[in-house]
């Protein structure tokens, strides 16, 4: 059912003519959340494994400009959906099984990020990050499944984050779902023991997606993007999304139950583990390092673009050039 041997170069002129046409029978993968940053590199990884991909997003213009640079890679179907809303899941899966082929892999990999000091919290951003990354998942998985239940076979990861294994300072909302999303795509796992059919929780750290551009900032939004950017961008803290992708799709085809994906994710699931009251205290006495919410906080979170512009800050714009460069070459 799934190819699982690598090919690193992209097929090009003529022989991409070809790779349409002998994949004419290729086995359908769906990336939730696919039109930049790590979701992008999991569709393009792939194709290099044998797939047609069904890559899809909210903004259409992204997912089709996604869509046309993965192409050089093998066939792929460009879909708009918002994975909060149900019906849109559920309509873009009936399309993807009576007009491409039927889905042997989902992958959702849809997520948003706020860093926030909890005081300059609104329901809002718990609404947005519940409805994107603990809905989502859940939309996604239980609209595929019954089709994947009648074949006996399918594949469905779900990226979760280490903020949902040890809840991280100034992302509460994001730790919410994340936390939500292991404990649906775990027990899933669990339960479809047995069926043919399997789900892989991804835990990754951080990683160099590009990703702190799309992030949003509240509170005081210049500081929050000068120690996320950063952190999000160092070398040894985050890890090349390259080759996390690579080792996601490893995963999801072999039907491993979880992946774990950088060293200090794998540290921080084992101290929490070992001492989970020592492991909150210590979260405690990182974020009173994090900027303070300033006393006339505006409720509305910026985007990393517009946090930078607020910033203009030549020694944080240093310290990020690898993440830059990530979104650069990820279409961040
Ligand atoms: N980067 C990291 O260090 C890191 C670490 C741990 C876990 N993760 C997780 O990895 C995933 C990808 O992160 P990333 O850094 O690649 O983020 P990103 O660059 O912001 O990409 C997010 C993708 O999800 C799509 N998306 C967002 N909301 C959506 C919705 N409601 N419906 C459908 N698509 C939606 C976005 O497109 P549209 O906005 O057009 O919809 C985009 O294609 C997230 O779940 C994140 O939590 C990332």
């Known amino acids: 059912m799934c190819p699982t041997e690598p090919s690193p170069t992209p097929a090009s002129g003529a022989e991409q003519a070809e790779v349409s046409n002998e994949r004419a029978g290729a086995p359908v993968a769906v990336v939730l959340g696919a039109s930049r940053g790590l979701g992008f590199l999991v569709a393009r990884e792939l194709l290099t494994r044998g797939h047609h991909v069904v890559v899809a997003a909210r903004d259409v213009d992204e997912v089709d400009a996604a869509a046309q640079a993965l192409r050089e890679w093998g066939p792929v179907t ?6 909060r809303d149900r019906h849109e899941v559920g309509e873009l899966v009936g399309r993807v099984e009576h007009g491409v082929g039927p889905i042997e892999v989902l992958v959702t990999v849809a997520g948003v990020i706020q860093s926030v000091p909890a005081e300059s919290l609104v329901l809002q951003e718990f609404e947005d990050a519940m409805d994107t990354m603990a809905w989502g998942p859940i ?20 990226v979760t984050s280490i903020g949902g294994m040890v809840s991280p300072p100034h992302l509460l909302p994001y730790a919410t779902a994340k936390f939500a999303a292991v404990g649906f ?17 991804i835990v ?16 005081d939004p210049a500081a929050e993007y000068a120690w996320f950017a950063t952190v999000a961008s160092l070398p040894v803290v985050s890890v090349d999304a390259d080759r996390a992708a ?6 999801v085809l072999a039907g491993r139950p979880m992946i774990v ?10 101290v929490r583990g070992l001492a989970p009251a020592t492991t909150t205290r210590m979260m405690g006495l ?20 517009q946090a930078r512009r607020r910033l203009g800050s ?10 830059d460069r990530a979104a650069r070459r990820n279409r961040g």
């Open 314 to 323: 030549p020694i944080v714009d240093r310290l990020t050039t690898l993440g």
């Open 185 to 201: 795509s775990d027990g899933l796992a669990a339960a479809l023991s047995g069926t043919g059919i399997t789900a892989t929780t």
């Open 204 to 219: 990754p750290g951080l990683m160099r997606t590009g990703g702190h551009v799309h992030a949003r900032f509240g509170g």
């Open 286 to 305: 990182m974020g009173r390092l994090l900027p303070d919410a300033p006393a006339r906080a505006g409720a509305r979170t910026v985007d990393g673009a």
């Open 78 to 83: 460009a879909e708009r959906c918002d994975v």
């Open 246 to 251: 690579r080792r996601i799709v490893d995963a």
């Open 261 to 270: 994906l950088t060293p200090l994710a794998w540290l921080g699931i084992r």
């Open 139 to 158: 939309h996604a998985a239980m609209t595929v499944l019954p089709h994947m239940r009648r074949r006996g076979r399918g594949r469905i990861g779900t």
